[in-house]
């Protein structure tokens, strides 16, 4: 089975322009998660879905900051406009809550390296 | 307060040796979710155990194994017989209150493990 499909892998972009990141989560799972990774601010929990409904987004940083997740194979995190201080790598992770017993684990896709300059 | 600390920046082991890396957590709540994943350089995320509060034995998968003390506080990470694969950074995270619809996850700043041959 494919994992989580992130794309683009990388993306290089100007100050003030808008940047669009997108994720396939596995098939089947019910929860979606986005992660920035930062050297200073370590793995930061951006926001997160179940059942495609946002749930937690106390975790996005300000209002430039915007997701969606339209249906349960596909979700966007969009950055408008975009400035340096986001660059990073963004992770979007997927999970079942369905099974019983699960240790609900969260499955990382390989995440987007964005370049801000 | 950090919620999880991670104490050592990095560690050194020589291959086929075990080691220990540390992970304290703090949470009022009786019912948690603990977890380490595993970052290789190449910068995917992956899932390696999970420890959840009410278990009674600690978690084993394959060479990984949990020390688990729960006085403590304390979810070290135990690899045995080291392999220059295992060379990665090693981030503990944890899920509370476990259980409901709150899956999100507080991760440490991680720690550095380099294997020697």
């Known amino acids: 089975d494919a994992g989580v499909i992130q794309s683009p892998r990388h993306e290089v972009t100007e100050m003030g322009q808008e940047v669009t990141l997108r994720c396939k989560p596995i098939s089947g799972h019910n929860s979606l998660f986005w992660y920035r990774q930062t050297m200073m601010r370590g793995l930061e929990l951006l926001i997160y879905f179940n059942n495609n409904v946002p749930i937690d987004d106390s975790g996005m940083p300000e209002d430039r900051f915007s997701a969606k997740m339209p249906n349960a194979s596909f979700s966007t995190l969009k950055i408008q406009p975009s400035e340096p201080r986001d660059s990073a790598v963004y992770f979007c992770a997927s999970m079942t809550s369905l099974g019983r017993g699960s240790s609900y684990e969260q499955y990382f896709g390989p995440g987007t390296r964005l370049t801000v300059t | ?117």
Do not use: H
């Open chain 2, 1 to 117: 307060a950090q919620k999880i600390t991670q104490t050592q920046p990095g560690m050194f082991v020589q291959e086929k040796e075990a080691v220990t890396l540390d992970c304290t957590y703090d949470t009022s709540d009786p019912s948690y979710g603990l977890f380490w994943y595993k970052q290789p350089s190449s910068g995917e995320m992956i899932f390696l155990i999970y420890q959840g509060s009410y278990d009674q034995q600690n978690a084993t998968e394959g060479r990984y194994s949990l020390n688990f003390q729960k006085a403590r506080k304390s979810a070290n990470l135990v690899i045995s017989a080291s392999q220059l694969g295992d060379s990665a950074m090693y981030f503990c995270a944890m899920r509370e209150p476990y259980g409901g619809s709150n899956y999100k996850l507080t991760f440490g700043k991680g720690t550095l493990l380099t294997v020697n041959p």
